[in-house]
């Protein structure tokens, strides 16, 4: 067996490589730039070159896919539609797809849900045997120098999101485990599963644990912080998610059966955080 990574050379895709070689797998890394984890077989091409997708699916059995943070339909489209003829002509076994994001019931009209929306579909439609990944918000995020530093010097935990708003952490180690399980059990195929922590938490509660004021942060003005980072389009788009959600508040909570269908138990997210703060 062969198991396909893509964006390994990222947070989240390093991750799920890290935990498949950790289980003795044999990972292939598709990076369009960086290095790939250590012991992965790294393969270099992008999503929208339909030759190189297909030249990494070749001899590939399970597939991690991540698109990057692009969120143009039409490029979506076009990387979507080179990696499900890639892994219909591979013939794979099992491709797990994480949006990145919780998705509304509804259509929303915002790029960052709709673009995954439809390439769930799209995989589906097309026969693969797809299981769904819809992650809430990453503990990992609060990481970041943007939220760690004003943290470390002002002891302020400072995050677009109501203080109030329950949400189901979930940390990107936790997520590569769920990727796993996702790749190999059976009876899955075409399941959307809300991974996330067995309990959610409010950011108040998260910055209390630590002994932090949490300020509940602008999304225009977290916005303007990641265009510098990510460019315009894509921090409009992510910061478009953070408007949604503090509206559509059961977006990002618990679901619990979904744990069980995979088995796994991800960290409390008070227990991640204030692990990470000592």
């Given at each position: 067996?062969?198991?396909l990574?893509m964006?390994?050379?990222?947070?989240?895709?390093?991750?799920?490589?890290?935990?498949?070689?950790?289980?003795?797998?044999?990972?292939r890394?598709f990076?369009?730039?960086?290095?790939?984890?250590?012991?992965?077989?790294?393969?270099?091409g992008?999503?929208?070159?339909?030759?190189?997708v297909?030249?990494?699916?070749?001899?590939v059995?399970?597939?991690?896919?991540?698109?990057?943070m692009?969120?143009d339909?039409g490029?979506?489209?076009l990387?979507?539609?080179?990696?499900?003829?890639?892994?219909?002509?591979?013939?794979?076994?099992r491709?797990v797809?994480?949006?990145?994001?919780?998705?509304?019931?509804?259509?929303?009209?915002?790029?960052?849900?709709?673009?995954?929306?439809r390439?769930?579909?799209?995989?589906?439609?097309?026969?693969l045997?797809?299981?769904?990944?819809?992650?809430?918000?990453?503990?990992d995020?609060?990481a970041?120098?943007?939220?760690?530093?004003?943290?470390?010097?002002?002891?302020?935990?400072?995050?677009?999101?109501?203080?109030?708003?329950?949400?189901?952490?979930?940390s990107?180690?936790?997520?590569?485990?769920a990727?796993?399980?996702?790749?190999?059990?059976?009876?899955?195929?075409?399941?959307i599963l809300?991974?996330?922590?067995?309990?959610?938490?409010?950011?108040?509660d998260?910055?209390?644990?630590?002994g932090?004021?949490?300020?509940?942060?602008?999304?225009?003005a977290?916005?303007a912080?990641?265009?510098a980072?990510?460019?315009?389009?894509?921090?409009?788009?992510?910061?478009?998610?953070?408007?949604?959600?503090?509206?559509?508040?059961?977006?990002?909570?618990?679901?619990?059966?979904?744990?069980?269908?995979?088995?796994?138990r991800?960290?409390?997210?008070?227990?991640?955080?204030?692990g990470?703060?000592?």
């Open positions: 067996m062969t198991f990574v964006n390994a050379a990222g947070a989240q895709g390093g991750a799920v490589a890290r935990r498949l070689l950790a289980e003795g797998l044999a990972v890394a990076t369009r730039s960086g290095p790939a984890p250590e012991g992965a077989r790294p393969f270099t992008d999503l929208a070159d339909g030759a190189a297909k030249a990494a699916f070749d001899g059995t399970h597939a991690s896919v991540m698109l990057p692009v969120y339909p490029t979506v489209d990387y979507v539609r080179n990696v499900r003829d890639a892994a219909l002509a591979a013939g794979v076994r491709l797809f994480n949006t990145g994001n919780r998705l509304p019931a509804a259509q929303t009209g915002v790029p960052a849900f709709e673009t995954r929306r390439a769930g579909d799209d995989l589906r439609a097309a026969g045997p797809v299981v769904e990944l819809r992650p809430p918000i990453y503990l995020n609060l970041a120098p943007w939220v760690a530093g004003p943290l470390a010097a002002d002891g302020v935990l400072a995050y677009p999101l109501p203080a109030d708003l329950p949400v189901a952490w979930l990107h180690a936790d997520l590569a485990a990727t796993h399980a996702a790749l190999t059990l059976d009876g899955l195929e075409g399941a809300n991974v996330g922590a067995a309990e959610a938490v409010t950011s108040a998260l910055a209390a644990a630590i932090a004021r949490f300020h509940a942060q602008d999304p225009a977290f916005e912080a990641l265009s980072l990510a460019g315009p389009a894509t921090a409009a788009a992510v910061a478009d998610t953070y408007r949604w959600a503090a509206a559509d508040r059961p977006l990002l909570a618990a679901d619990p059966a979904a744990l069980d269908l995979l088995g796994v991800p960290a409390a997210p008070i227990d991640w955080l204030t990470r703060s000592r």
